[in-house]
């Protein structure tokens, strides 16, 4: 399901995170219901602004227009291993913003969180601790956590970086399916490569750099002027590859 | 059994199981949210307060409550200054009203003696103490329970946790309130040096023991409870200070409790990725 009218509209996007020249402008694109959007960009570029943005934690000019709360699925690292909660309590997690501050977490929404482990192959390990699971399966968990917030739009920041190939191909068949119900996807991405595998790319640099189908938009001009010196275009120049300069 | 006949001592022991649980409990959100910095200093900066209504013959509850929004105040003033930070403008803010509160303490007119004020006088409770007592760690405990949802976002997924319905500034910033509150609630009884040991103690240990929260929560009141009994009843075998007596106590506690378990593996204990992990999977 990649037609139809737009289940998300975004429309001259600035965000800033204080007074000041903003840190991401210019952003318009639209998706349809069941449209997976890979939003590429170097570091700094404005991938976590735009969702930051979306998930109105900043201020914001111009207009966003979608259905009902987005779910964030952050990179497992920044979740807090150290904490003692199991797979099943952060699956839960997905049900607190429905569940008000004097109730109990409801048993549909025990049931239902125990349903959205299972989806992603974590069912037997709803008891283990979050932070002894493996870097794939813990991405897994905060899948299921979105599954629980039953949202339309997920937001998803590099759902595959660092996890294992069983969890790659998990979490790959958990977001087509999430497609086919209609769901809008923005995945964070690193692999220009993978971007080419989804409906629409939207290239940040600062601001917008290009929206559209992977084929005519990811051209060497683009991705120059998304990446600068980061990108290396390989062979015919139909690959392309982004190096990511990390501070030490 | 001399703790059951003198009503001295049940009052005082009534005061520390019910101080004891509530900062125990206190105590795990404190550490989990990395806070045991903030917890010493409010402690100390409430003590120019505390030395102002032991002058003006105020209840010590009432100073101390001033002396914590005061220090507050100049804490969120400096750190306004993004060249200062708020590190340091907690360092400052503390150590200058610790020292005036020192020097206010020295005057000829204060009732209360310094040593009173920083060690506290378990033994001096009045039930009116412990009625006060008992309110606010009920306020505390209560909180807690309520907010351990949204505690339990913020401390695990801080980034997350908007899309969750959690704001962690807030939840932040409700923690810091209720350390407010249950450091007035133990100044009187342990003191303005002794209070911290009652609020990270009993929480480190129970976090070295405990393998989810809600055990964690209920480890640390119940080892918080216990240092306070274990402390006083020291205190009155051996005749030492009551409160530096129950401080020991729950250090002990925590002592015993690393020595049955030792630090976590670092992949349990830290954000830390593995070379083959952080490198991930090629495509």
């Known amino acids: 399901m990649t037609g139809g009218p737009p289940a998300l509209q975004v429309n001259g996007l600035s965000a800033s995170y204080g007074p000041g020249r903003p840190a991401l402008r210019g952003v318009t694109f639209s998706a349809a219901a069941g449209q997976a959007v890979a939003v590429l960009g170097p570091n700094g570029g404005g991938k976590t602004t735009l969702f930051r943005a979306l998930l109105g934690e900043l201020p914001v000019a111009g207009s966003v227009r979608y259905g009902g709360a987005p779910a964030y699925v952050p990179q497992t690292e920044r979740s807090r291993l150290d904490f003692p909660v199991s797979a099943l309590d952060v699956a839960l997690m997905g049900a607190y913003a429905r569940t008000p501050w004097y109730r109990r977490i409801a048993a549909s929404d025990r049931a239902l969180a125990r349903r959205a482990l299972l989806r992603v192959g974590l069912g037997e390990r709803a008891a283990e601790r979050f932070g002894a699971l493996s870097g794939g399966q813990r991405q897994r968990v905060l899948v299921a956590r979105a599954l629980v917030q039953d949202a339309r739009l997920l937001l998803l920041d590099e759902p595959f970086a660092g996890v294992d190939r069983a969890s790659e191909d998990a979490i790959m068949g958990i977001l087509d399916e999430l497609r086919a119900e209609g769901r809008v996807l923005l995945i964070a991405t690193h692999d220009i490569e993978q971007a080419r595998d989804w409906d629409r790319v939207l290239c940040l640099r600062g601001e917008q750099i290009a929206y559209g189908p992977p084929a005519p938009t990811l051209t060497t001009e683009v991705l120059e002027a998304t990446y600068g010196d980061e990108i290396v275009v390989l062979g015919d120049g139909e690959r392309a590859v982004a190096v990511q300069h990390h501070a030490h | ?283």
């Open chain 2, 1 to 283: 059994m001399e703790l059951l006949h003198s009503g001295l001592l049940q009052r005082a022991l009534l005061e520390l199981v019910i101080l004891g649980a509530a900062c125990g409990a206190l105590g795990v959100w404190l550490l989990h949210l990395r806070h045991a910095y903030a917890a010493e200093s409010l402690a100390h900066a409430m003590l120019p307060g505390l030395v102002l209504a032991s002058l003006a013959g105020a209840p010590l509850l009432l100073g101390a409550g001033g002396g914590v929004i005061a220090a507050a105040a100049l804490i969120a003033l400096a750190a306004r200054d993004t060249r200062v930070g708020s590190e340091v403008a907690v360092g400052v803010t503390v150590t200058t009203a610790f020292g005036l509160g020192a020097v206010l303490a020295l005057a000829p007119d204060v009732p209360a003696r310094l040593g009173e004020l920083l060690f506290g006088d378990l033994l001096g409770a009045s039930t009116q103490d412990l009625v006060a007592a008992g309110v606010l760690a009920a306020l505390v405990a209560g909180a807690l329970a309520l907010g351990h949802r949204s505690l339990c976002a913020a401390v695990f997924d801080p980034a997350a946790a908007p899309s969750l319905g959690v704001r962690p500034q807030r939840v932040e910033l409700a923690l810091l309130a209720l350390l407010a509150v249950a450091t007035v609630a133990a100044v009187q009884g342990l003191g303005n040096l002794l209070v911290f040991a009652l609020l990270v103690a009993p929480a480190a240990a129970a976090m070295r023991l405990g393998h989810s929260v809600r055990s964690q929560l209920v480890l640390a009141a119940a080892l918080g409870a216990g240092a306070g009994v274990l402390g006083l009843a020291v205190s009155a075998e051996v005749d030492i200070a009551a409160g530096a007596s129950v401080a020991l106590a729950a250090v002990t506690l925590y002592a015993l409790a690393a020595l049955a378990r030792p630090a976590a593996s670092p992949r349990a204990a830290g954000r830390r990725r593995s070379p083959v992990e952080a490198l991930g999977t090629p495509r």
